[in-house]
């Protein structure tokens, strides 16, 4: 369900809307001084600050409000994606577990 929402209408005039709105630029490389705009081989990512999951997707003051979105280059993309991926887990053994 997820997956389709990205492919959703509903999403993609949202995310033009919203990289529109933030002049094209990636917001994070902006607060560092760096102008860093889109490209068509480097295009910028809306980001859901709070993750998408199936209970969520359909609520639009999650999946669609902008105060939970942030647009940023692919760099900066995925570094949060790198930062909240999960390498590992501690079981219920107190054994670490990949």
Same mark, same amino acid.
């Given at each position: 369900i997820v997956e389709s929402f990205y492919t959703s209408w509903t999403w993609r005039k949202c995310r033009k809307?919203?990289?529109?709105?933030?002049g094209?630029? /990636?917001e994070r490389c902006l607060k560092r001084g760096i102008i860093q705009p889109g490209s068509k081989d480097r295009p910028l990512e809306v980001h859901h600050k709070v993750p998408l999951t199936a209970e969520n997707v359909t609520d639009p003051a999650v999946a669609?409000?902008?105060e939970r979105l942030e647009l940023l /280059?692919?760099?900066c993309h995925d570094e949060e994606r790198a930062r909240n991926?999960?390498?590992?887990?501690?079981?219920?053994?107190?054994?670490?577990?990949?």
């Open positions: 809307a919203f990289a529109e709105s933030k094209n630029l /990636c669609l409000n902008w /280059c692919k760099t991926a999960k390498r590992w887990k501690v079981g219920e053994d107190g054994h670490v577990v990949i």
